[in-house]
Nanobody
Framework: QVQLVESGGGLVQPGGSLRLSCAAS????????MGWYRQAPGKQRDLVAV???????TYADSVKGRFTVSRDNAKRTVYLQMNSLKPEDTAVYYC?????????????????WGQGTQVTVSS
């Protein structure tokens, strides 16, 4: 059973910083893509930043230059360093993983999500 567990959310003032962490556990062969999405009240879940195993990253335009996604593949952990936070960054942040796992005599593959962590940017 694959699990993704986030930590690091909270309340921060505009212009402040937060660092989110997400650790994967369970029977895992590899995590091809790992990163972060967010969902604000009344809105859809949108990509924030993701990283491939090889280190290729993709960012939403709204966070470029302010957020940095990084991975520790040995620890199966992904981080999101968020700087210069704005009120519009307020959302529940979800960890995402595109995971390969043992299935029968072979391999399965699927999308997994963490439980979400609240980030609130407010003065």
């Amino acid at each position: 059973q694959v699990q993704l567990v986030e930590s690091g959310g909270g309340l921060v003032q505009p212009g402040g910083s937060l660092r989110l962490s997400c650790a994967a556990s369970g029977s895992i062969f590899s995590i091809y893509v790992m990163g972060w999405y967010r969902q604000a009240p009344g809105k859809q879940r949108d990509l924030v930043a993701v990283s491939t195993t090889g280190g290729t990253t993709t960012y939403a335009d709204s966070v470029k230059g302010r957020f940095t996604v990084s991975r520790d593949n040995a620890k199966r952990t992904v981080y999101l360093q968020m700087n210069s936070l704005k009120p519009e960054d307020t959302a529940v942040y979800y960890c995402y993983g595109d995971v390969s796992f043992p299935e029968g005599a072979g391999r399965g593959r699927g999308d997994y999500w963490g439980q979400g962590t609240q980030v609130t940017v407010s003065s």
